[in-house]
């Protein structure tokens, strides 16, 4: 799970935009217009800049041959929160396994509405408004092996809900953890690649 600060910033012309559609029809998300598909591009431009490529509910890196996805914490359907739908905390990018249909997908995650976003509570531990490391903890700071019994109870739910102790998400924190490891005092260090570093490192580690 990410601990994120950082929201994305809507333009003037994009609050207006924003501001003229219909919320509550739940449908505004998928309006088919030159305008809403240039915001959809830019958020996940933004959210990928902000996210550093990495998975808002996992962490782990979000996969380069998938399509980033921009997914609604509170889910946006019309019976759901359909207010919420551009609120700048409610949107992260996440992978897909975490987003797809036998985890998150648009499960309500919400345990109590409030008509403030921030006022809500959630089921999960929420990316912008809870600190992660308040509430799943770790065995080391490698951070691959989850410490469950240590873990809020609130963790414990995010644990089982996103499936982060499965083998998907811990072969990757392994995978992330070696190459991390690997990288340690190269040029590569504490930093984003870009594809061509990336391809360039495949060469040199296969
Ligand atoms: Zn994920």
Not at 17 to 24: K, P, Q, R, V
Not at 109 to 132: A, G, M, Q, T, W
């Amino acid at each position: 799970m990410l601990n994120l600060e950082k929201t994305i910033k809507y333009t003037l012309e994009e609050k207006e935009m924003i501001a003229a559609l219909d919320l509550a029809s739940g449908k505004s998300w998928t309006k088919r217009t030159n305008a809403m598909e240039d915001l959809k591009k830019r958020l996940r431009k933004e959210l990928d800049i902000i996210q550093e490529g990495r998975c808002a509910y996992c962490g782990n890196v979000l996969y380069v041959t998938s399509a980033l996805e921009i997914e609604h914490i509170a889910p946006k359907g019309k019976d759901l929160y359909p207010e919420f739908t551009f609120n700048c905390k409610n949107l992260v990018a996440a992978c897909s396994y975490c987003n797809g249909c036998h985890k998150k997908h648009s499960k309500d995650v919400v345990s109590k509405r409030h008509s403030e976003y921030e006022k809500c509570e959630f089921k999960i531990v929420h990316p912008y408004l809870d600190n992660p490391n308040d509430h799943i903890l770790w065995t080391d700071d490698r951070k691959v092996i989850i410490e469950r019994a240590a873990s809020s109870p609130k963790g414990q739910f995010t644990i089982s809900f996103f499936g982060l102790e499965e083998p998907p998400h811990t072969y990757e924190r392994i995978k992330d953890y070696n190459l991390r490891k690997q990288l340690k005092d190269t040029p590569y260090e504490g930093r984003r690649l870009s594809n061509e570093e990336i391809a360039q490192l495949l060469d040199e580690l296969v």
